[in-house]
């Protein structure tokens, strides 16, 4: 029976590719390789199996503030780790070689980067949101942080209990 649970839990995750910190890959960094389309359904599905929304991160590599903000969260891994609670985290490249026109062509257009856009876990939109008002005097700020994620997280589901 063991065995069995551990194989179920391994195949569970065999349609994305999921590092030694448990994260997939769509949600570690941008990558124009990556089709947002097929990494949008895993997102979707893994956020309905761990009562999640997705936080869309749209950028790419060329863009300062993306690595801001990595470097901001990195710095901070509390907040990191509540981000990672709170949502499911799909990163969405944008670039000259990449501007995955097809998959953000459904969400309103982005005024800068990089842009946040928060879905149900079934992928119906929310919010979009621009990062700029994160900032406090040019920096980003852990209170505004906190905040958005503690507005966001899903209450987690009441298991019933038989009393018998």
């Known amino acids: 029976m063991k065995t069995y649970l551990t194989l179920l839990f391994l195949f569970s995750f065999s349609s994305q590719t999921v590092l030694s910190d448990g994260l997939p890959q769509y949600s570690l960094h941008y990558d124009p390789k990556r089709d947002a389309m097929q990494d949008g359904r895993e997102a979707i599905q893994l956020a309905k199996q761990t009562n999640r929304r997705i936080l869309i991160e749209v950028g790419g590599d060329w863009c300062k503030w993306c690595h801001l903000l990595d470097r901001f969260l990195n710095k901070n891994p509390a907040l990191k780790a509540q981000l990672h609670q709170t949502f499911v985290l799909l990163k969405v490249n944008v670039s000259e070689e ?36 994160f900032l406090i005097n040019g920096h980003y700020s852990k209170k505004r942080f906190q905040a958005f994620f503690n507005k966001f997280k899903l209450k987690q589901k009441r298991h019933e209990r038989s009393i018998i």
């Open 98 to 133: 990449n501007e995955n026109a097809d998959f953000l062509k459904v969400f309103p257009p982005a005024l800068g980067y990089p842009h946040m856009y928060v879905t149900e876990s079934n992928g119906k939109l929310l919010l979009s949101k621009d990062t700029g008002e």
